[in-house]
């Protein structure tokens, strides 16, 4: 799970592991604080995206790669890759291009949440993220087509 | 391609990644960079070195006779533990707000409300402390008390609209360096959380 959150906000190998360190030891951190009031995973969750929305380093990266990124939505098909393969791999790219806050939405939607256990991670009203989830889908349409 | 068809291609590669060995034991052994760990270093780095600096001056002080009369060193002793304080609780904000707590959004919300108070709350003790100190010093050259602070006769001799205006500089100065010194150390963070509750919004 923590590596599903990691792979989201992250784009290489070296940024996975510093956020997974970095969560690993905020969770650490945070355990005591743990009262059990939500469901171990909601508490997961929390911390985790918490930490990966706030982790500077990523966003330094994320500058220098984001031409990478863009350029990967056009990566040529390959006979030896299924379409649907290089389908997934557009739709990857397209997440990437959302803002920190869509990704996680996107990632609790991929995680098969609820909106009501999104609502309990992330503190945005089940509406608002119907609204928001909306919008994204359209967002990925146009970022996929282009 | 809809978003709903990269349920199962999200769960395979996923899965794929857990394959990374991952050691813990050294991961906790190192600290975490977290945005503000360069700030928590320096507030460290700081409640070392200005306590140094006091016992350094007081040692000065009581052995050097000269040192006694000047005006400069009585400033330290008031500036320098003034400053001391105000990192160590620079020290426990990061401290604070590197928990998290609660909903995502929550949390981002209480931390952008206690940062936010806590520089008002320097910036109305130190205003405070400031408007005393010059209450006093005016005071005391009123009643020709000049003696009881050593350096004081300096001031005493500046014509009175000119003080008035050094007193409204110093307010000034020390207005624009809390600004300035609040965005270098916490601006950053503190833009970026507000970044993300307007895109939670």
Known sequence: ?146 | MELDHLKNSWNIVSADLTRNEFDIISATKKEMESPLADLKTMSKRQLITLPLLIVFLAVMTATVPDMKNQLLVWMAFIVLPLTTIYYYFNLKLINMLENSEGAVKNDFQRKVKQLISNNNLYLGLTRAAILILVIITELLIQNNNTGLIPGIEIIKSILFPLRLLIYAGTIGVHYVLSRYSFNLYFGRYLKRLKELLADMD
Request: hydrophobic share 35%.
């Open chain 1, 1 to 146: 799970m923590i590596y599903k959150v990691c792979r989201m906000y992250a784009n290489n190998h070296d940024d996975i592991q510093d956020l997974y360190q970095d969560i690993i030891i905020q969770l650490w951190k945070s355990y005591p604080k743990f009262r059990g009031e939500a469901k171990f995973s909601t508490w997961l969750y929390r911390i985790a995206i918490n930490t990966a929305l706030t982790n500077f380093r990523k966003q330094k990266r994320n500058i220098q790669t984001s031409d990478v990124e863009l350029q990967s939505i056009q990566i040529p098909y390959e006979e030896d890759v299924g379409l649907k393969e290089e389908q997934h791999q557009q739709m990857y790219a397209a997440i990437q291009l959302l803002n920190d806050v869509e990704k996680s939405i996107v990632m609790l939607y991929l995680e098969d949440k609820s909106y009501d256990e999104m609502e309990e991670i992330l503190g945005i009203s089940n509406a608002t993220l119907r609204v928001k989830m909306n919008r994204i889908k359209d967002k990925l349409r146009t970022f996929t087509k282009k």
